[in-house]
């Protein structure tokens, strides 16, 4: 059984910084993938960045060279370190987790993933 909680949103101004958090409950000893998606209100879910076990990350090509996903694996959290924020990047970020590895096409597609925590807020204004 495991649950995700994230943390870590906020209010920034553009061009600010923030850390989004993730953690599970409990540890997988199963290859998997975990990611973070973006949901702004009105539009659809979007894969923002991908870490998987085997050590492999995948971004959106709009975060590429700005944010950077990690995992610490002493705590088992899993990080979003955003920088550079912009406005249109606002909306409900959630943190996701998949057991096994997806093929590289679909590592920032949400039916790739199948536990799903609650959400944290970023605003980010101009």
């Known amino acids: 059984q495991v649950q995700l909680v994230e943390s870590g949103g906020g209010s920034v101004q553009s061009g600010g910084s923030l850390r989004l958090s993730c953690a599970p409950s409990?540890?997988?000893?199963?290859?998997?993938?975990m990611a973070w998606f973006r949901q702004a209100p009105g539009k659809e879910r979007e894969g923002v960045a991908s870490?998987?076990?085997?050590?492999?990350?995948a971004y959106a090509w709009s975060v590429k060279d700005r944010f950077t996903i990690s995992q610490d694996t002493a705590k088992n959290t899993l990080y979003l370190q955003m920088n550079t924020l912009k406005p249109e990047e606002t909306g409900m970020y959630y943190c996701?987790?998949?057991?096994?590895?997806?093929?590289?096409?679909?590592?920032?597609?949400?039916?790739?993933?199948?536990?799903w925590g609650q959400g944290t807020q970023v605003t980010v204004s101009s």
């Open positions: 870490w998987c076990s085997d050590g492999t990350t």
């Open positions: 996701a987790k998949g057991i096994g590895r997806p093929s590289q096409e679909t590592l920032l597609r949400a039916g790739s993933y199948s536990s």
């Open positions: 409990l540890y997988t000893y199963n290859p998997y993938c």
